[in-house]
Structures are given as C-alpha cells and as structure tokens.
C-alpha cells in the first residue's frame, strides 16, 4: 500500500488541525531558494505552493486559464512505448506500462494523470509520482502526490537517499526507487525545480490588488472616499451620526448617483472627494491589464488569443487563432510533453525491461497535422508531376489504394497516365495522335535552319509559337532532321520576341524572333527512347505553367571558342523550380542531360564575333515583363512540337 492511500485515514484530524492554523493569505512573490543540505535533514520544498495555488490558480483568472489550457492539452496526445533507436524504433500497441499508464490506479484517469502532471509543474516546478508495488515488487499504481507536501532527503554520496511525505505531524519516508520526480530548471535550487509562475508573481500581486481595490470601490457604493468639512465645531456623537446617515443613504447600489443634500442645522458644510474615480486615468487603467496579461501568460507560454483575454481578443481572427494553436503546441506544449516523456522514461524503465523508450503519439494533436486542404494539393501535384503514383496518391489520401477496373474516374487531358513498366518504351500506341504544333503555329518543318540573316519582313513570316492551346499527344514522333540534339525548352510570346529581337544589318548573328527561347534541358544524343521520355516529362511539369519572368538586363557570354552569345537574361525563381523537377525527372527516366553547365536562364539574341563590340543601346535597355506559357521538345532543326497546360488535373 502506498503513502497516498496510507495518509487518507490516519491524518484526518491533522488535516482539520493544519487548516485551521493556515496562515492569513500572504503575497504570492515568491522567496529566494536555499542551496543543497549536504546532510540527511529534509530539505522542505523552498517554493510558496500553497500561495501559488490559493492566490494565484484560485483567485487569479489569467494563471486559472493559463494553467487550465496547459493541463487541457493532455486530451490530445496518447501516451505511447518505443523499442529501438532511431530508425529501428517501433511503436508497441500493446505492453504492460501502457496498461498501467493508461489506469494508473483505480481513482485516476490517463487523462487526469498526465493532466494533473501538467498542472503541478505550472504550479509548482515540481511532480512526485508515487510507485506503488505488489507483494512481487511490481509496479501496479501510480500516484500523484502534493508538491508541497514532499520533502528531499538529501545525502551527500547519493545525491538523494529518499523522499519524506509529511501532513501536519505525520510523515512517512519513500525510497528513491518508489517515487518518479519531474522538475523544471532551477538556477538557484539543486534539488527543487522552479514554477514558471515564479518570475511573474509580482504581476499576480498587482492584478490581485487591484481588482481587490475596485471591488473595495463598489462596496463603498461608488462613492470615493472623502471630507466632509463643517463650518462650525462638531461633537463625537454628531460626527457618527453624520457618518452613517451619509453611508445608509448613498452607499450601496441603492444609493448609487442619488444627489447628496446636506442640511446640518447652523452651519455651512461642504464635500470634498479624497480618492480617484474608476474611468479616465483613475481606478481602470486598462494598459496596466494588458501588461499583465502579456506578462503573466508570457510567463506560462500561452498565446493571449487562447485564453480569452481582452488583448488577445482584439487580434483573435480564426487565421490568427489557428496560427497561435500551432505556435502554442510546437513551441510551449512539444517541449513539455519531451520533458514529461523523459521523466517518466527514467522513472519507469528500470521496472519495465525491454523497453528503451515512453513518449507521447503526437499524430493525434490536430494542431500538428497538416490541413487537408493542403495535404491533397500537394499531393495532386506530386502525382501530376509523376512524383508519385496514382496508388500511392490514393493511399496517402486516405482512399483505397486498390482501384476497381470497374470504376469510371474522371482526368483532364494535361495528364497522361502510364504505367511503369512503360515509362520508357519503344512500341507506338495506335490509338495516340501526334501533334505537329510547329505547323500550327507557322512553322515549316522543312525549312533551314533558322538563324535569320534576311530583313524584318522575312523573319515575320515566322512567328514564334504564341501558346494556343493545342491537343495533346502522346508517344513517338519523327525525326525532322539529320541534327540528333535534343533540346526542351520555353518559347518567348511572338509580340515580345519581335520587341527584343536585334537587327541583323547591324548584327549578321542575330536571331530570328521565332528562335527566342530558353533552354531548360539539352540531350547530345538522343535516341527515340529519350525523345518519348522528354514528352512525358513534357507533361508532368506542364502544371507550373504559366510562368511570370522577367527580362532583366543584357548580357555576353565569353565562348572558350567561336562566337560568343549576346543574351536577355531571364529573373524567375519560378522557372528555376520547373527546370529543376524538369531535370530530375530526365535523370530518373535515363536521359542523358546535359550538366556541363549551370542553368543560368537566358534568351540567346545573338551570336557575336570576338571582333565585335558588346551592344550598349538597344531593346534590352530596360526590363520587360516575361509570361512563358509552353514547354516545347524541339530535335534538331526540326519543327518544335509544344506543351500547354490546358488546365489544371482533376482526380476523382
């Protein structure tokens, strides 16, 4: 039987005793700590509990919610046991300390212990578990015992040889081995470990005070205290008479704003106010509130908007509450329950052999998990992009991964489903068409290359693709030219390629408009395979389209040989994020791309000889705005063939 079932009959009379010598309520500032007893006296507890709880949990509203949301929390997180380290730990779902934390004894709640855990650290920077045994010397219970009321035996060899529970006159000793203790940091205690009320109880003595001075204010009736002067001499008795006469008719809320007369018989008598009103700089002062109110559950690590105060309200939006729960649980609440579990780690492990851990599931805290909402629009994307697949979307949503043949869904055309086994194939689908969108757009697939050395009007005749929308295709093309490079890509809107494109009477290596572009990805030697591979991946990224850039400036690029490029220089993180998946899924799909180089996004204008001067003027003077609105896979000279994102995936 342990020392908290043992201490509820036999004390009674002690209790009563102890009660009735209770000292008159003092204030909550708490005193400063002693350093360690070297000998085997207790050393009693140096932090005013019993203060704490009266003057600041039962009088005070702000430490009562603060206190109350902390212990509240309990409710969400299960209490759960670890084997293994690391990567290897497991999570049991069934062994005897789960049994016995989840009905510690035959009063308590999993609920009311870790809660009343909670609860006592905030009050008390201190929580004593009693272990209570059987006859086999197994733990079978576990007790909450009173903060205030256990006292450390400290040793100077064993740091601490026992704990002494005492009430009033009784006391009964617990050796270490029996009692789990849980203390918060104390920089000026060794063994007791500090309430986070502490630095803040000077603040809870000033809202406590000043509540109890208003409500002195209405008892007096509303009315300040005050002088009544009186032109002639007065006896005592007349002196009383006048003072309950004055009290019985204008004080209490009956007597509230009634109009004084003061009719003394032969003198001449006047009221004077001696105190200070409630509004307008008197009594109320509301920025001393909020001080407190932000001191005060600063203290504990509670956003004001949780607890319901008048500063918290004001900015207490549902955003703004939910951003708080999470702050309140990642910053103040994941910390706490860590110090819990490892405290109760310690304390229960060597009376639970193989285990190596006891923690808290967290995966329950609705706080930490990530919004819906959220979660499936990454998780569209993803498997858009063909970072996941179809079953496992479904799995990670929370559907059945296993799909019935006989089920109908519902997908846009911007999503081409292949399997993986196909990813990569040599064989054509006979059902599928292929898009020439070079010719749609203009462009003649058997036209030279497309280096422009005519005037204006010749490059016109070959606008650069404007992203019209386009059915999509699938599958194999042709090759249009004996040319084997590979190159993926973003055409520049026609209407812009023509503002910047250069002149070539002054600039013989000018590009035509319809060859502004810029260049994500490039294959030296490509084979079918790769262009097929390139198309998919085509699709995939599609969904980061359309893409806002900027041209930023001018610049050239200093060849090692030949000619060197006179390039627009594009400013988008966004297209540096599309190239990136863009390569990736290249690499994965075995496509050679080329890394020689890192991708600085840019728009080639000219080629240059090592002769001819840099341009200073020109339509690069100034930045112009950029929307790239396709993805082209473009072989060699041949026609480039042109990805749009039609519109955005749905998955039923």
Known sequence: MGVARRTVAPVGAALKAAAAAARKPNEITARAAVPLNPGLVPIPPQQPY????????????LVFACVQCLATSAAEPVVAAYKGNGKQEKQLDQHEVLTLLNRPNKWLSPYQFIAGIVAYRSLAGNVYIEKVRSRAGKVVELWLLRPDRVHILADPDTYISGYRYQIGGHWWDIPPEDLIHLRSFNPLDDHYGMPPLMPVAGRVDIDNWSRAFIAAFFRNGGVPAGLLKVKRPLEEEEREVIRARFRGEYGGPAGWHNLAIIDLEGADAEFQAAGLPMGDRGLAMPELNFISEARIAGAFGVPLSLVQTVLGMKSSSYANREADEDWFWRGTLAPLYREVSDGLTMGLLPDFPGLDRIGFDMSTVRALQEDDDKKHDRLRKDMAAGGITQEEFRKAAGYDDKINPNDTYVVTSSLLAMPVDKFVSEEEDPDTE???????????PNAPPTQAKGDASTQAKAPAPTGDEVKLWASSIETKSENSGLMVCCYVPADLAQKIAMDTDSYPGALAPADHHVTLAYVSNPTPDHEQAAL???????????????LSGAARFAAAAGEDPYVALVDSPALHELQKELVQHLQRASVPVSTEHAFTPHVTLAYLSKEDPTPTTGPMSEPMPLRLETIAVKRGDGAPILVRRVGAPTVA
């Open 50 to 61: 019993e203060i704490y709880a009266r003057e600041g949990y039962s009088q005070n509203e």
């Open 434 to 444: 292929v898009a020439d969108v070079g010719e749609s757009h203009g462009i003649d």
């Open 536 to 550: 998919a991946v085509a699709h995939m990224v599609s969904d980061h389209l359309p893409i806002e850039a900027k």
